[in-house]
């Protein structure tokens, strides 16, 4: 009896999903809990397995949007498994010959030579296949697919081949054939590629912003000076004790879960016609990727020692990289932070992750002359950042926004303040 294959919940806010690669042949047999198709969401892309064992029958084509709960084929379990194959035993004349030891007197270099140069020739005219997922982590981690030994059907190279593969540091090619060239050289050429789901979802909440709150944005400045000089004196003794690094990221994290107790309405949403408090803190951090913008989410970030922020902020980043996360990682944030000074960027305003109230942007570190708090009057250079924070004014008050930005300077150029609690 047929067993179909239904596209499953993926999570409470995903309605449709795009049916990615099939990484199985419309009548390949497969097995329980193998993969067979990619399914991208506006969140996630995650390879879909197989309920059971059997025949495989194909009925949606790749690229087709789909409701959860939609059927995209079916396995027939009753259908008989193929027999495997397996290599003859040596038997004609020509192979026994090649088998049994050549004598002294037979030169087989030659022979080796042509061989080895005759297995190089079909490696090379054998084309490289490769799921799509599998292809976007071997360009986030710089690997070259003609290395890696696919453990797929047919030789095809699954996302896990490509985790577990070593990273290069020489440039990728691309291994599709149909790829063209960037005219770069007075070329007038127009290409158009489909919107990804996560792009088509980013695309929206940001108009979604824009549109459905009354975002303003205030500025302020820190002195690094005091983070940089703690960090540069304990980062060695913390990453021995912790085994991770110590960034300003952690630094923020916590100047911004004391600013929210200060200012709690930075921490609330809007629900109707009611504020919706939250007496924890869970910290998005947005996170830039080749699919696009994640912003995964810190949970209880206001618990959270430096160490275990650090922790994971590098966990999260890395599987927003390697395209590991799942809903329940980038869903229920209170508040953001998103640090465009790792780009470069000087001052910028962002843009709210909605239903938030709050984002805080971090910048470059840049030094600029500035009146020295010892010596008035003294004109030094010091490291400055500029810090903005966009919030929703139908819940914040500008009074409020620009305590709460003093706080997080406070903190920052007195971090000694974060450990004691003020």
Known sequence: MPVEIVIPSLGESITEIRLGQ??????????????????ESDKVTQELPAPTSG???????????????????????????????????????????????????????????????????????????????????????????????????????????????????????????????LAIDGGRGVRRKRMSKLRMRIAERLVAAQHNAAMLTTFNEADMSAVIAMRSLHKEEFNDQHGVKLGFMSFFARACVSALKQVPAINAFIDGDELEFHDYVDLSVAVGTDRGLVVPVIRDANRKSFAQIEGDIASLADRARKGQLSVEDMTGGTFTISNGGVYGSMMSTPILNPPQSGILGLHRIQKRPMEDPDNPGQIVLRPMMYLALSYDHRVVDGSEAVSFLVHVKNCIEDPERLLLGL
């Not at 990484?23 to 329980?32: E, R, T």
């Not at 981690?141 to 190279?157: A, N």
């Open 55 to 181: 025949a495989l029958k194909i009925t949606e084509i790749e690229g087709a949007d789909l409701p959860i709960g939609a059927t995209i084929g079916s396995i027939d379990t009753e259908a008989t498994k193929p027999a495997t194959s397996e290599p003859a035993a040596p038997s004609t004349p020509e192979v026994s010959a090649v088998s049994e030891p050549a004598p002294a007197a037979t030169p087989i270099a030659p022979q080796a030579t042509r061989v080895e140069i005759a297995t190089e020739s079909a490696a090379a005219s054998t084309p490289v296949r490769a799921t799509s997922m599998a292809k976007k982590i071997a360009e986030d981690r710089g690997v070259p697919l003609t290395g890696i030994h696919g453990s797929g059907t047919q030789g095809r190279i699954m996302k896990a081949d490509v985790l577990s593969a070593p990273a290069s540091g020489s440039s990728i090619q691309s291994t599709d054939p149909n790829a063209q060239p």
């Open 22 to 39: 099939w990484l199985k042949q419309d009548g390949d047999w497969v097995n329980q809990d193998e993969s067979l198709v990619e399914v």
